[in-house]
């Protein structure tokens, strides 16, 4: 849902085609820890980072999907709230599904809805142990992101083909130095689009022939790549420079269509629910890596009920909590996707294939690791700064 926001700051033509750019370079990386990951006999990503870097290496990687599946989960929240109880932007109040239904009152507030969204969804999908259990709601949540797709992208071509939509930007505004430093701050959310990179062991585990995941994971980028390209372009299209840092807020006025009304909440809804089916996938790793952080000698947390329950029931409470005081996901994208998740999704899969601690790196992979990393950490740098820079000019505005 950042990705149209991300198009505007890139520009139509080098938005989607970073997009694409960035769907080869995780397949390289994902190759990467496949093929280490046989050699050393590693059943998680953590175990193939202990084996390249030791104990070290497992508690930095564990520390990471920490930061950035709670990032996610509090994205999501975050989008959620938006759709159900409105956002604010610019000083401009954007209402949420039920406002419209109802108005605004307390039960249709943001902390409400998310308290009742969390105790009523949320926790009950967070308990599920195996992850093939989630294979149904992951089905119907891909489901009803084509749902979302395919309306948006009916909307956008019934208002091209009556002329209501504007030409599109194709490349960056580009005036100065801080405009230009300013395009790295699409890089974090696009980033944080590919991660995935914590939930291939598991998947592979649960697949139980090892030579189905390279498939697998060709098909879900595909998929995934597909489905971005298509969001970033239609909902860029429809609203244009008007497009907010989460999309979904723009649903909220008259489309200029038949039923726009109707069509508006269809989106939003079908999308809510399609993060709420997703969330106990990205729950589960997340649940995992802390457990592993926290208790690496005890028995499997499946084992154990009280530590599974204490430590669910805990990490579910802190993502509400958080979803409740960060104000936008733009501000949550910049701070995860520029740290922990360029590192799980790059640095650290190039790290291995560079340590190479059985001697099975390629020419090519060592090459193209040097790239990743460089890439990696110079683009996150600048959007560090640049968003960082951003923030503090706000604030100094709205003192004055």
Known sequence: MALP???KVLGLLPGISSIIFLAFLTDTSLDILLRFSRVAKASS????MGSAFGRLGTMVLQISVFINNLGILVVYMIIIGD????????????FGVLEGWFGECWWTGRYFILLVTTLFIFAPLAFVK???????????????AIVFLVITAGITLFKLFNGSIASPRLLPNVTDSASLWNLFTAVPVLVTAFVCHYNVHTIDKELGDSSLIQPVVRASLSLSSSIYILTALFGFLLFGESTLDDVLANFDTDLGIPYSSLLNDVVRISYALHLMLVFPVIFFSLRFNFDDLIFPSA??????????????????????????FIPSIWDAFQFTGATATVCLGFIFPAA??????????SKKDKILSVIMIALAIFSNIIAIYSNANSMFRKEVDDLH
């Open 299 to 324: 028995r499997p947390l499946n084992s154990d009920q009280c530590r599974f329950v204490s430590i669910t029931s805990g990490l579910v409470a802190l993502v509400y909590i958080a979803a409740n």
């Open 5 to 7: 926001a991300a198009i």
């Open 130 to 144: 195996r992850i093939d259990s989630l294979r149904y709601s992951s089905a119907l949540a891909v489901a009803l």
């Open 352 to 361: 291995i294939a560079l340590r190479d601690s059985h001697g099975i790196a």
């Open 45 to 48: 990503y953590a175990h193939v």
């Open 83 to 94: 759709v159900l109880s409105g956002t604010s932007s610019s000083g401009i109040h954007h």
